[in-house]
């Protein structure tokens, strides 16, 4: 667990896997997340031999906080600084949600760094129910009360079947958000600001690497269709459909969703050898 100044901003960070690896793997965190929150998938990529490296977005929990509003270039700048910084040059990477709106915009502005991408749950374009929902969670978040932020977002987040089986859990979760600190919700409310400049469709051809997207089928945040438009304007993408699965797929479908991205990276050649 790290810290280092980039572009003005400390950059929190955590390495992981095999340090002396070619193959390095960075996860791109959701807007509401932190490093943690890929704790059910990493075994998969550390016993593959993977080098893997997760850090927070500025104006997120553990990095600084900015006086401004970030912008997308400036999570890319970040990106590749901190890439410069461990001496990487070129990477895969898996973003979900915000993250892989984040790898989006680094893939177009820097497609030599990237060997592969796999986006789950993501857009390239908003929608007037998108921009409401997540208007309403900025709205919340500059509320600053934990529980009721989360109680807000939590409908949008789960399959029904996830939601059902997770009650007391994720009940659980929310009266935790009350000892969060301020400039957490300060943060998440300029993410939201942040997200709602998401316009990268018209970019997507300049994407050169190979890149799997992954949808649940029930996500009504961000819907499939969003998803396939993604994978229909990068020449090298991939889509597929995960049944039963709200928006966060890292937490109700992680088995899952390894078995698929290991696939891809086999296909792919993309595992150490």
């Known amino acids: 667990m790290s810290e280092v100044m980039i572009n003005g901003i400390n950059i929190y960070y955590e390495e992981k896997g095999d340090p002396t690896s070619g193959a390095a793997l960075f996860f791109l965190n959701g807007v ?3 490093t943690g929150s890929w704790d059910l998938m990493l075994p998969v990529f550390e016993k593959a031999g993977f080098r893997i490296i997760l ?3 500025r104006a997120q929990l553990k990095s600084g906080k900015p006086e401004q509003t970030p912008t997308f270039d400036e999570h890319v700048e970040d990106l590749k600084g901190l890439m410069d910084h461990l001496g990487i040059s070129r990477a895969s990477f898996i973003g979900t949600s915000y993250g892989g709106e984040v790898f989006m915009y680094f893939a177009a502005k820097y497609p030599q760094k990237c060997s592969s991408g796999v986006i789950i749950d993501s857009v390239s374009e908003l929608s007037p129910l998108l921009e409401a929902a997540v208007g309403s969670w900025l709205t919340a978040a500059e509320l600053g009360n934990g529980e009721a932020f989360y109680n807000i977002m939590l409908p949008w987040l789960y ?3 996830y939601l059902k089986n997770n009650r007391d859990f994720l009940l659980q979760r929310g009266s935790q958000m009350n000892s969060l ?4 919700f300060s943060g998440q409310a300029d993410l939201y600001r942040t997200f709602l400049t998401v316009d990268i469709t018209s970019r997507l051809h300049e994407i050169t690497a190979p890149v799997l997207v992954l949808c649940g089928k029930e996500d009504i945040l961000k819907p499939p269709t969003f998803s396939e438009i993604i994978a229909d304007n990068i020449p090298s993408g991939e ?3 995960i049944p039963d699965c709200g928006h966060v797929a890292i937490f109700e479908k992680a088995h899952e969703l390894n078995e698929l991205i290991m696939g891809f990276y ?8």
């Open 32 to 34: 509401m997340a932190s």
């Open 55 to 57: 850090h927070d977005f």
């Open 159 to 161: 399959s029904s079947s």
């Open 181 to 184: 600190p301020a400039d957490y």
């Open 239 to 241: 889509f597929i459909l």
């Open 266 to 273: 086999e296909r792919k050649r993309l595992i150490p050898s």
